[in-house]
């Protein structure tokens, strides 16, 4: 009989973003409600109702701007392709991602979330987040240990530039010619040829 000696296991430690994240957003929270009740207290409530529906427009402007812009960009891109031209690349800060998310902030009740909505709809802002998001995923890509989907990613875009597949199928030569047809094969039978 053996004895269970239990192993002492060290408790798995909580990410710095799990236990921050939290208390940032009630802080976001608390900090809004503060600063439209003093906008309140100061101008009036409409004044305050005004400024709240003024950026759920602005916001949804926004972001049917950079909805069509993006859908018009893809169409391009699609049209190139067919062409066989290459696409043209994309400057940082020109996407639209950071643009809806800017509308987004907009749309949001609240005045600071305006305020930084507003402040990401400036382009210079726009490219400096891009080339440091830019820089922080190229450095997490390149420290990801082997094995994991970072890694994968970076192989296929060493290997495989151009992303064309290749269809086909895999002979094993090392089976002894007496063993039989091969497992989950058609008894061996016709192979048809790979060229189309």
């Known amino acids: 009989m053996t004895t269970g000696v239990p192993t002492p296991t060290a408790p798995r430690r909580r990410s ?3 236990t921050i994240l939290p208390l940032a957003v009630a802080a976001w929270l608390i900090l809004e409600i503060w600063l439209l009740s003093l906008v ?4 009036g409530g409409g004044t305050v109702a005004l ?3 003024g950026g759920m427009v602005l916001g949804v402007v926004v972001i049917k701007r950079a909805g069509r812009r993006a859908f018009k960009n893809l169409t391009e891109t699609f049209q190139q392709a ?7 690349p994309q400057q940082p800060g020109t996407g639209n ?3 809806m998310l800017a509308g987004l902030l907009l ?10 909505g507003l402040f990401l709809l400036l382009p210079p802002v726009r490219t400096w987040i891009s080339r440091r998001t ?5 450095r997490k890509m390149a420290s990801a240990p082997a094995g994991t989907f970072g890694d994968a990613f970076q192989q296929a875009r060493i290997h495989y530039p151009d992303g064309k597949v290749v269809q086909g199928e895999v002979i094993r030569e090392d089976r002894p010619q007496g063993s039989g047809p091969a497992p989950g094969s058609d008894a061996g039978g016709y192979r048809p040829p790979l060229t189309p």
């Open 16 to 18: 710095p973003a799990r």
């Open 40 to 43: 309140a207290g100061a101008a």
């Open 51 to 53: 400024l709240l529906a």
């Open 82 to 88: 067919q062409t066989g031209a290459a696409p043209t």
């Open 97 to 99: 991602g950071l643009t």
């Open 107 to 116: 749309i949001l009740p609240g005045l600071l979330s305006d305020v930084a």
């Open 134 to 138: 830019a820089r922080a995923v190229e």
